[in-house]
């Protein structure tokens, strides 16, 4: 089993920036690709970004491109997102989550292919 810690959200600016990190447990963390989503209020939960087992490749919502960095430290298990020029639009609980099994590029994309996820973090951007 994988369990998943994220922090660093909290209130901020638009403009301003926020990194938040996810930490993992499991010695596997290495071999799962890694997702954030966000949930706004009476919003589904969406796709935000993801990153590969190896961080060899990146992926971004549209709203994300330009302003958010997704990373992973295997040696630390940890995945971070930074985000900046942020938006009051961006406020949501940011969940971070991990995909254990192999699927197409659309698969990084979708919340049911990713089997654990953490608890969330608030972010609000204020205007």
């Known amino acids: 089993q994988v369990q998943l810690v994220e922090s660093g959200g909290g209130l901020v600016q638009a403009g301003g920036s926020l990194r938040l990190s996810c930490a993992a447990s499991?010695?596997?963390?290495?071999?799962?690709?890694m997702g954030w989503f966000r949930q706004a209020p009476g919003k589904e939960r969406e796709f935000v970004a993801a990153?590969?087992?190896?961080?060899?490749?990146?992926y971004y919502a549209d709203s994300a491109k330009g302003r958010f960095t997704i990373s992973r430290d295997n040696a630390e298990n940890t995945v971070n997102l930074q985000m900046n020029s942020l938006k009051p639009e961006d406020t949501a609980v940011y969940y971070c989550?991990?995909?254990?099994?192999?699927?197409?590029?659309?698969?990084?994309?979708?919340?049911?292919?990713?089997?654990?996820w953490g608890q969330g973090t608030q972010v609000t951007v204020s205007s």
């Open positions: 989550a991990a995909k254990t099994m192999f699927g197409p590029l659309s698969s990084y994309y979708t919340r049911d292919e990713y089997d654990y």
């Open positions: 990153i590969t087992w190896s961080g060899g490749n990146t």
């Open positions: 499991g010695r596997t963390f290495s071999s799962y690709a």
